[in-house]
């Protein structure tokens, strides 16, 4: 077996070790990356030649393996399934700086698949993942411009932290994941607690020290082992094509480009380059049915680059944007709340062509979901989830369960509302909302920020303060750089940048952000925060006249929600063998819902408050304990000779002898006291068999005493 070269480097006081040559040999390149004590492998496979795809084909995969933290995973089939949404989400996260390092118009399918063996999460296993990727593709033989690297960013007590633990990261209000090469940063997602435009970007600058550290380490390695790059040249257009295009519909094209108006530029493009295919078909007919299809493609491609040529050029040099609006424009703002009756909170965002429905369900604390992963099983109790239909951008398409690029949308939405969530203590509901994407032209997930903060706060959610998102972009040509604010889908498709921030009044609380060139610097950061800063607050400012602050009270078709706390020791006295007593509280109280932790809180759940209250008293009565000296007010429900049985609550009663039922002597208890009759009673003793006695004596008030006889002889 092949002895496995070994690079090791001191990570900020941890253990950085690569391990290349003894495992996965017959891929194109291989390494395991351990970091303390996670280990992942990391694989790269390449083809040889290119596909005939209209895109680049690189599929980036990421698994953790519960065996990894020493789990067997829980269900029927006991084996890892589809990708969990963390998985997912890591997967994009490694992708995102990758892809844009490889040169334009490259298409050979390459694999790369990270697979967690050992994980601690402490040393970030997501970051490792990252570095081993980098890794392999600098050592492959493919075009691959990087290496990059990326580092999760913290903040306790003013101060950075570089790779947090989770007991850290608990305490930050900075969670920022950045990654670029070591020249710029082209990848950030974060999420914060109303931090500070200047801060986030120190934050970013400090990740990105500890990232040139990371690509340095792997150039050292590469320049020892990497393999020799291919050469890759672009596939010149047929000229006879070219030529056509440029004499007979280029100028129609520039002026289709020209045109603000969305729908009317799409039928003159769609009319150009259909009279342009229609040529192209009679050029080439003596060709075989799918190199003629090649070239109807290479043709649509040649128009679609003069259409992105002449949008750069307007932005760069004239400042115009394809729908005429200045740079720093927002487009106009629409904002509605409570559409549906039944809806606990709903709300309708819209912003030019974009337009989001946001519902908020209120549940259960039992409804939260169950995270399984290598760290400690995780609840979740707010959830955002978001649906993006093929009619939103008024196509039919694939309709289904929700893709990555959904999953990425609704997780970013859900980091920007999290941070101005309640408590469970303050608010104990489980909470979702679903953003539904009626209409779709850019910064859909922004969108659906807008209308999921507005749907919760018409729900009766107390947030601490009201968010909004905005997406900002950018055209440069190295030189000019335009930052746009509130980017529509041609300028993110044509456009270098993709900056979504979403924050309160008071500073950002989600982030993110995605490049097709090489980096950004601290100046176009800087300038990006600040134009985002000033159009969120735009944003705000329409939101807040709809709904300026959170409805003092659920909806009336919500459940309505008490907790209270019992000793942990009497849990089993309300569950009862099998689940009896519980059971029978449920179905006597209306079907209430009722949840127990192991603490000893019950969270009581129901839409009308009669039912909660009753089973509150119910449980009460259970788990009530008499205390000797309290008082208590109860039932007479047994006579004996030597005394009276008084019931406190329900199985819950006491004897008071006869002797303390007054203070005068009592012959028969039944002068006293009658059965059923209300008596008021002192607990004046409990002996160790929970045997309580009672005295209706002590709550009587005292006789007075006779007056002293006079003597007569005085």
Not at 394 to 415: C, D, K, Q
């Amino acid at each position: 077996m092949t002895e496995a070269k070994v690079y090791t480097f001191d990570f900020n006081g941890r253990k950085l070790v690569v391990e290349i040559g003894e495992i996965a040999k017959q891929a194109t390149s291989a390494a395991v990356v351990r970091y303390e004590d996670t280990a992942v492998l990391s694989v790269t496979q390449a083809s040889k030649d290119p596909s005939d795809l209209d895109f680049f084909p690189l599929m980036l995969m990421y698994t953790e393996k519960l065996y990894a933290a020493g789990k067997i995973p829980g269900g029927f089939f006991k084996r890892e399934g589809r990708p969990s949404e963390l998985e997912t989400l890591t997967a994009r996260l490694i992708d995102r700086p990758i892809r844009p390092l490889f040169p334009d118009g490259f298409k050979n399918d390459i694999q790369i698949i990270n697979t967690v063996i050992s994980g601690d999460t402490d040393c970030s296993p997501p970051m490792t993942a990252m570095f081993g990727s980098s890794l392999t593709l600098a050592l492959s033989p493919m075009p691959f411009q990087g290496p990059i690297a990326g580092v999760v960013v913290g903040r306790v007590d003013g101060e950075f932290i570089v790779n947090p633990t989770e007991e850290e990261l608990e305490l930050s209000d900075i969670d920022l994941i950045v990654a670029g090469t070591k020249d710029a940063i082209n990848m950030v997602e974060a999420g914060a607690k109303q931090v500070s435009e200047d801060d986030m970007l120190e934050a970013m600058m400090f990740g990105h020290s500890w990232i040139q550290k990371l690509c340095l380490f792997q150039e050292e390695i590469i320049a020892e082992i990497g393999q020799e790059k291919i050469e890759f040249v672009p596939q010149k257009p047929d000229a006879t094509i070219v030529d056509y295009i440029e004499k007979n519909a280029k100028a129609e094209l520039v002026k289709a480009a020209q045109n603000h108006d969305r729908s009317a530029r799409s039928d003159m493009v769609k009319s150009i380059k259909d009279s342009v295919q229609e040529a192209v078909e009679k050029m080439f007919e003596t060709l075989d049915k799918d190199d003629r299809k090649a070239k109807l493609k290479e043709s649509n491609r040649l128009m679609d680059n003069i259409i992105k040529d002449e949008v750069r050029r307007l932005i760069l040099e004239e400042k115009v944007r394809p729908d005429g609006r200045e740079l720093s424009e927002i487009r106009a703002l629409n904002s509605k709340v409570d559409l549906f009756e039944l809806t606990h909170g709903s709300a309708l965002f819209t912003r030019g062509q974009t337009q989001a429905l946001s519902i908020t369900t209120l549940g259960a604390l039992g409804e939260h979901q169950i995270i399984d992963g290598l760290g400690d099983t995780d609840n979740k109790r707010f959830m955002l989830h978001y649906n993006f239909p093929p009619y939103s951008v008024g196509e039919t398409g694939r309709y289904g369960p929700p893709g990555r690029r959904e999953v990425g949308h609704g997780a970013l939405g859900e980091r920007a509302l999290a941070q101005v969530m309640p408590n469970e203590e303050d608010f104990p509901y489980t909470v979702r909302i679903v953003s539904e994407i009626l209409e779709s032209n850019g910064s859909t997930s922004q969108a659906s920020i807008c209308a999921g903060c507005m749907s919760l706060m018409a729900a009766g959610v107390p947030i601490s303060a009201a968010v909004a998102g905005i997406a900002m972009g950018l055209i440069s040509d190295g030189k000019i750089n335009r930052v746009l604010t509130d980017i529509q889908g041609l300028e993110d498709h044509l456009g270098d940048m993709d900056f979504k921030v979403a924050g309160t009044k008071e500073g950002i609380t989600a982030l993110q952000m995605d490049i097709k060139i090489a980096g950004l610097t601290k100046e176009i950061l800087k300038e990006a925060l600040e134009q985002a800063r000033i159009g969120r607050l735009t944003i705000l400012e329409n939101m807040l006249q709809t709904i300026d602050k959170p409805r003092p009270e659920v909806s009336k078709h919500a459940p309505k929600v008490k907790i209270m706390v019992i000793d942990p020791e009497k849990i089993r006295d309300v569950i009862g063998p099998g689940g009896k007593i519980i059971s029978k509280i449920i179905e006597e109280c209306d079907d209430v819902k009722i949840d127990i932790e192991q603490d000893g809180r019950v969270t009581i759940m129901h839409t009308a408050l009669a039912p909660i209250d009753k089973a509150i008293k119910k449980i009460e009565d259970l788990v009530r304990v008499a205390k000797v000296g309290e008082i208590y007010e109860g039932k007479v429900v047994r006579i004996e000779k030597f005394g009276c049985f008084v019931e406190l609550w329900k199985g819950t009663d006491g004897l008071c002898h006869v002797s303390k039922l007054s203070h005068d002597r009592v012959n028969r208890v039944e002068d006293v006291v009658k059965l059923g009759q209300k008596l008021k009673v002192k607990v004046i003793g409990i002996d160790d068999r929970g045997r309580i006695d009672l005295s209706h004596q002590a709550t009587l008030p005292r006789p007075e005493k006779p007056s002293k006889p006079v003597d007569k002889k005085e």
